[in-house]
């Protein structure tokens, strides 16, 4: 199907180059002065460690699998603080190389957190109103119609209770931030009152036992969620800063991402509450491989997965400062070289 610039579909794409040495000191000088202003050694090491930017070498194959499968989307909004890699064709039409300046309010920069980052979104210039936010860890494997992600101009998602499971991570608290805003924002009962077919619906299967059990809870204590491609609107965001603006200025505010945050899933959270979406069935669990390097049997699920494309999506997502490093990333590397030969447009030609 041909996309006109009123129903188009964009993606917007952040990535940093964790190796180039002119960052690195930049970071690293930014991060000398958290430690200064009061903020511990082990938020700031957690901020900076490793596995957060090195580079695995796949970036092209997740292009290469936007081209192939996602052929119906308009163009892809590459973020960057500024350095590319060295294959990427700026010239190819359906790119817009965006730097934080372009669209990140200056009193925010420089940033190193992906909250910062991801907060704005809906700012980047010539953005289309539908969007899918893509990690630079997901891949395309398989074709994917645009109605997975949009119909009738608006976002396919789920509204499915969870409960947060406690854990002594730094991530953890950030999530339970989220729910705190929404629980503030809105009353539970009301809101699946108001939009109880979408709360309750055939698309999500035995899914409807969560919602139905958690109703005996006065707040929201948790979503599923999904590290997957994200369809939003950039109304969804702009309905964010609107309801909760002091939340997302003081994430902003930190140059490195803090437990005290809020992150992008608290504007996925008041779409939900607002009913501005259209339900679809929610993925399953092994659409995910979230695996830490090293793990002999998930490494092999997740080449076999490359392989078959018996997922729509990857995430193959570094969890993990193992010394298989280089070895995984091969593995990895020649697999999605397999699945994906032939060079995109959005590569130079050699």
Same mark, same amino acid.
Request: aromatic residues 12%.
């Given at each position: $199907? ?5 129903n188009?579909v964009?993606?917007?794409?952040p990535?940093?180059? @964790?190796?180039d040495?002119?960052w690195?000191k930049?970071?690293?000088h ?5 430690? &200064?202003?009061g903020?511990?050694e ?12 090195r580079? #695995? ?6 292009f290469?699998?936007?081209e192939?499968n996602?052929?119906w989307?308009?163009?892809v ?6 350095h590319? %890699?060295? #294959?990427?064709?700026?010239s190819? %039409?359906k ?6 300046e372009?669209?990140i309010?200056a009193? +925010? ?7 910062a980052?991801?907060?704005?979104f ?5 953005l289309?109103?539908?969007?899918? +936010?893509f990690?630079d ?12 992600? !949009?119909?009738n ?8 209770q969870?409960?947060r499971a406690v854990?002594?991570?730094?991530? !953890?608290?950030?999530? $339970?931030i ?6 503030r924002?809105?009353t &539970? ?7 109880c ?8 299967g035995?899914y ?7 109703m005996?809870w006065?707040?929201?204590t ?7 491609p ?6 969804d965001?702009?309905?964010? #800063?609107?309801l909760a603006g002091e939340?997302l ?12 945050d809020?992150?992008?899933w608290?504007?996925? +959270?008041?779409?939900l509450?607002e009913g501005r979406?259209? %339900?679809?069935?929610?993925e399953?669990?092994?659409? $995910?491989f979230?695996?830490e390097? @090293?793990?002999?049997?998930?490494l092999k699920r997740c080449? &076999?997965t ?9 995430c193959?997502?570094?969890g993990?400062r ?6 995984d990333a091969k &593995?990895i590397?020649?697999a999605?070289?397999?699945?994906f030969?032939?060079r ?5 030609k050699?």
């Amino acid at each position: $199907m041909k996309v006109t610039d009123q129903n188009a579909v964009d993606i917007v794409l952040p990535w940093v180059d @964790g190796s180039d040495p002119k960052w690195l000191k930049k970071r690293e000088h930014y991060a000398e002065l958290e430690l &200064k202003n009061g903020v511990t050694e082990e938020q700031e090491r957690t901020a900076n460690a490793e596995e957060r930017f090195r580079d #695995w070498g796949l970036l092209r194959y997740l292009f290469r699998g936007i081209e192939k499968n996602l052929p119906w989307i308009r163009k892809v909004h590459f973020v960057t603080e500024g350095h590319l %890699p060295e #294959w990427l064709d700026g010239s190819c %039409p359906k790119l817009n190389i965006v730097k934080h300046e372009d669209f990140i309010p200056a009193e +925010y920069l420089p940033t190193f957190s992906s909250h910062a980052i991801e907060l704005n979104f809906h700012r980047i210039p010539g953005l289309s109103e539908n969007f899918i +936010y893509f990690n630079d860890d997901l891949f395309a494997l398989r074709a994917i119609p645009e109605n997975a992600y !949009f119909k009738n101009g608006l976002p396919r998602d789920y509204a499915i209770q969870n409960a947060r499971a406690v854990e002594l991570d730094d991530f !953890f608290f950030i999530p $339970m931030i989220d729910d705190a805003v929404v629980n503030r924002l809105f009353t &539970k009962s009301e809101t699946v009152k108001k939009h109880c077919g979408k709360w309750f619906s055939p698309c999500y299967g035995i899914y409807n036992l969560l919602n139905l059990a958690f109703m005996k809870w006065s707040n929201f204590t948790g979503f599923v969620d999904a590290h997957l491609p994200t369809p939003y609107t950039k109304r969804d965001f702009e309905r964010a #800063w609107e309801l909760a603006g002091e939340r997302l200025e003081r994430a902003c505010r930190h140059r490195f991402r803090r437990n005290d945050d809020v992150n992008v899933w608290v504007i996925r +959270y008041i779409r939900l509450c607002e009913g501005r979406f259209l %339900p679809k069935a929610c993925e399953p669990l092994d659409a $995910m491989f979230s695996f830490e390097l @090293g793990e002999e049997e998930i490494l092999k699920r997740c080449l &076999k997965t490359i392989r078959t494309g018996s997922r729509p999506v990857i995430c193959i997502n570094d969890g993990s400062r193992a010394r298989s490093f280089q070895r995984d990333a091969k &593995k990895i590397q020649e697999a999605l070289e397999e699945r994906f030969p032939k060079r995109s447009s959005f590569e130079r030609k050699q």
